[in-house]
């Protein structure tokens, strides 16, 4: 009963920057988490960065420094600032809720980010 939709992926230069987005809606007063996936071409899912409601924030070794994740509570938001990217940041980016109470997950469809020259 919650539904999640990624935004703000594109083409971007090595270097360069991009802001994705995540809007929840439906039951998210249940939400305990919220993270950033990704998946590579012909690798496996893998978390980016992740934010603990009432708690704090992790991220991948491979893009901390360079990336943020920020929640807007009161517009249902989650963002990932992606600043400094590499070839190798290319992938789907997904948003992921969690209800840990009821040990509920839910997806977004996802957003392409590629990064090339």
Known sequence: QVQL?????????PGGSLKLSCAASGRVFGINS???YRQPPG???????????????????SVKG???ISRDSAKNMLYLQMNSLKPEDTA????????????????GQGTQVTVSS
């Open 92 to 107: 789907i980016y997904y948003c992921n809720a969690v209800i840990a109470t009821l040990a509920y997950s839910y997806w």
């Open 43 to 61: 690798k496996e899912r893998e978390l980016v960065a992740g934010i603990t409601i009432g708690a704090g924030t992790n991220y991948a070794d």
């Open 34 to 36: 919220m993270s950033w």
């Open 5 to 13: 939709v990624e935004s703000g992926g594109g083409l971007v230069q």
């Open 66 to 68: 360079r990336f943020t």
